[in-house]
């Protein structure tokens, strides 16, 4: 499975931005997704995950309640949309796919820079 990332950006804080990730695989609906942000200097860390039966979700603390992550299965593609954005949200977002069964993520995008900054 193939994934890209993509609408990053420079936006201010307070703003808000939806990020998108496609994917060109046939059984998209049975993969979990994630969103994972890596900060300037610092470890990669798992932002939000939509399960394969969409109905449910994750949400790191750091986000709960400011992020949604949603998927469309018919358009093969995740959004994470990201409201009250902080300078803290500043980093290259991944996304990133596990098939049914498997214990971690093997699939990755190349990655989207959002940069918060007034």
């Known amino acids: 499975v193939q994934l890209q990332a993509f609408g990053g950006g420079l936006v201010q804080p307070g703003d808000s931005l939806r990020i998108s990730c496609a994917a060109t695989?046939?059984?998209?609906?049975?993969?979990?997704v994630a969103w994972f942000r890596q900060p300037p200097g610092r470890e990669r860390e798992l932002l939000a995950a939509?399960?394969?039966?969409?109905?449910?979700?994750y949400y790191a603390d750091s986000v709960k309640g400011r992020f949604t992550i949603s998927r469309d299965n018919a358009k093969k593609t995740v959004y994470l949309q990201m409201n009250s954005l902080k300078p803290e949200d500043t980093g290259v977002y991944y996304c990133a796919a596990k098939f049914r069964g498997e214990s971690s993520y093997n699939h990755w995008g190349q990655g989207t820079q959002v940069t918060v900054s007034s």
């Open positions: 939509v399960y394969v039966s969409a109905a449910s979700a």
């Open positions: 695989v046939r059984t998209f609906s049975l993969y979990t």
